[in-house]
């Protein structure tokens, strides 16, 4: 019932920058937690980043520093800056989306974006 829309993803080369938005299609002060996920090729996916409709963010300890997450609550949107890109961040990129149907979280609602690839160049 909650579309997510990525957007932002394609090629750069290495120690580039690039920002990654993902649309919801709903209010996203309503969505507990968002976040950003990346899947390279051959391997499972993982967390980049998160942050809470409080504003509290989480990120990968190898990423922080060089990416940001962020969002702008009157476009439904959020979005990951990623800066000094490595060829290693090549993967495609899913938005994530958690509504707790209880108040601690102990149970939710998982939404996800189809993706976006990023690919760096060495």
């Known amino acids: 019932q909650v579309q997510l829309v990525e957007s932002g993803g394609g090629l750069v080369q290495a120690g580039g920058s690039l920002r990654l938005s993902c649309a919801a299609s709903r209010s996203i002060v309503s969505l507990n937690v968002m976040g950003w996920y990346r899947q390279a090729p051959g391997k499972q996916r993982e967390l980049v980043a998160t942050?809470?409709?409080?504003?509290?963010?989480t990120y990968a300890d190898s990423l922080k520093g060089r990416f940001v997450i962020s969002r702008d609550n009157a476009k439904n949107t959020v979005y990951l800056q990623m800066n000094s890109l490595k060829p290693e961040d090549t993967a495609v990129y899913y938005c994530n989306a958690r509504l707790f149907l209880r108040p601690d979280g102990s149970s939710d609602i998982t939404y996800w974006g189809k993706g976006t690839l990023v690919t760096v160049s060495s």
């Open positions: 942050i809470t409709s409080g504003g509290a963010t």
